[in-house]
């Protein structure tokens, strides 16, 4: 059963950074698509950033201010420049990646099975 765990999560001002971690385990295949989404106060779920064929691709109104890795099963999103309009609860997703296939570029929540239960982030002005 595939597991992810975000953490990072926590309030700061206007203008500061956080990183957010997503520990991802129990992986039953060999290569994974991974993506972080956030839901924004009595808004839907919205995709941020994800990696696909080696490039990462973001959420217009993040791209400047947020990059997105990876390091084995785990990753990452260092988030500069925070603005109010940040604070969401953001989540880790994961979806299995046929051999002969790429990641999706499009960041939407029905390519993606497995979620995490997301962490906090707070931006005060």
């Known amino acids: 059963q595939v597991k992810l765990v975000e953490s990072g999560g926590g309030s700061v001002q206007a203008g500061g950074s956080l990183r957010l971690s997503c520990a991802a385990s129990?992986?039953?295949?060999?290569?994974?698509?991974l993506a972080w989404f956030r839901q924004p106060p009595g808004k839907g779920r919205e995709g941020v950033a994800t990696?696909?064929?080696?490039s990462a691709i973001f959420a217009d109104i993040v791209k400047g201010r947020f990059t997105i890795y990876k390091n084995r099963a785990n990753l990452y999103l260092h988030m500069n420049t925070l603005k109010p309009e940040d604070t969401a609860i953001y989540y880790c997703?994961?979806?299995?990646?046929?051999?002969?296939?790429?990641?999706?570029?499009?960041?939407?929540?029905?390519?993606?099975?497995?979620w995490g239960q997301g962490t906090q982030v707070t931006v005060s002005s």
């Open positions: 997703a994961a979806q299995p990646r046929a051999s002969n296939s790429l990641c999706p570029t499009a960041m939407q929540l029905d390519d993606y099975d497995y």
């Open positions: 129990g992986y039953t295949h060999s290569t994974y698509c």
């Open positions: 990696i696909s064929n080696g």
